[in-house]
């Protein structure tokens, strides 16, 4: 069956960098996009962009543009979330979630990785 | 960039029907997702554009579209239906494509 596992929680400092990975199985990583979204705590759903199936295009959005860069080894089918200069606003669970691009769904998610920035 | 409203929480009675809207400009012409996401663990996928939806879930749970609305309508409601419901929507040839509703909470009395 699909599975996306994601790394461990993550604790930073204010300007620091993160990278999180999402390990796919149970079907072709580049058959689909891998869609990164996150969650402040209590609040909703934040779309960060995606990195697309095939020839790894990218779409951040425009808030992150800078700061994250999205990327896949299909060798190892695992996709990559880097966000730097971190602030403490970025707090948050990381989702990654395999992204259907003709139609805009996210049909499978990983677990989530807890980041937290402190100073 | 595209804003999505959705009301903060619906209460509804075990057995009754919950419908749940995401607001938006022209929002009928856009493909709209539904996901429902418990406590302490990741969004799930129940309904895709107007009518899918992925294996395993309910017949209950569907969705429409129509002008300005989308709504998410959950018959029969079951306490297990208590969750937070996000719209989600699609616009491939935009800059910013997708768009997450803030989000809400139905509690089941």
């Known amino acids: 069956q699909v599975q996306l596992v994601q790394s461990g929680a993550e604790v930073k400092k204010t300007g620091a960098s993160v990278k999180v990975s999402c390990k796919a199985s149970g079907y072709i990583l580049s058959s689909y996009g891998i869609s990164w979204v996150r969650q402040a705590p209590g609040q909703g759903l934040e779309w960060m962009g995606w990195?697309?199936?095939?020839?790894?295009?990218?779409k951040y959005a425009q808030n992150l543009q800078g700061r994250v860069t999205m990327t896949a080894d299909t060798s190892t089918s695992t996709a990559y979330m880097e966000l730097r200069s971190l602030r403490s606003d970025d707090s948050a669970v990381y989702y990654c979630?395999?992204?259907?691009?003709?139609?805009?769904?996210?049909?499978?998610w990983g677990q989530g990785t807890l980041v937290t920035v402190s100073s | 960039s595209y804003v999505v409203t959705q009301p903060p929480s619906v209460s509804v009675a075990p057995g009754q029907s919950a419908s749940i809207t995401c607001g938006g400009n022209?929002?009928?012409?856009?493909?709209v997702h539904w996901y429902q996401q418990k406590p302490g663990q990741a969004p799930v996928l129940v309904v895709f554009?107007?009518?899918g939806r992925p294996s395993g879930i309910p017949e209950r749970l569907s969705g429409s579209k129509s002008g300005n609305t989308a709504t998410l309508t959950i018959s029969r409601v079951e306490a297990g239906d208590e969750a937070d419901y996000y719209c989600?929507?699609?616009?491939?040839?935009?800059?910013?494509?997708?768009?997450f509703g803030g989000g809400t909470k139905l509690t089941v009395l």
């Open positions: 022209n929002i009928g012409s856009e493909r």
């Open positions: 979630a395999r992204a259907a691009l003709d139609v805009g769904t996210f049909d499978h």
């Open positions: 989600q929507v699609w616009d491939g040839d935009s800059d910013h494509p997708v768009v």
């Open positions: 990195i697309g199936p095939y020839n790894g295009y990218t």
């Open positions: 554009d107007r009518v």
